[in-house]
């Protein structure tokens, strides 16, 4: 993302992409194998989380969900994001959030040595 296109956040919203990705890196260590295998058996898709949901402290619900079945939310972006990653080292994680919201994130990953190379 450019510095020009980071601006026109609200400083609010960048708050919680940089939460969303410290996270994200934080559980790399299941949602990138899961990714992997979810892309060999069912093709195209994200790892979605449920972040509205879950016991207090013991973490969210979360799967690999195929393109497909993540049409049903709407978001283009996502979609676009869905079409465009390359499984060989990247995936798309959708986190679902209070007020139907919705955050997507590709994500490259080094296979080697799994930690989050981009936002």
Not at 22 to 51: H, K, S
Request: hydrophobic share 35%.
């Amino acid at each position: 993302m450019s510095e020009s296109e980071t601006k026109c956040f609200p400083a609010w919203a960048e708050q919680e992409r940089s939460g969303d990705l410290a996270w994200i890196a934080e559980n790399l260590f299941l949602f990138w194998p899961m990714a992997q295998q979810g892309y060999r058996e069912f093709g195209r898709g994200a790892i979605v989380v449920d972040t509205t949901s879950g016991p207090a402290g013991q973490g969210h619900p979360f799967g690999y969900f195929t393109q497909e079945m993540l049409e049903r939310l709407g978001d283009e972006g996502t979609q676009r994001l869905i079409r465009e990653y390359d499984p060989s080292f990247e995936f798309v994680a959708t986190l679902l959030k209070t007020q139907n919201r919705v955050s997507s994130y590709r994500l490259g990953v080094n296979p080697s040595q799994p930690s989050i190379e981009s936002g």
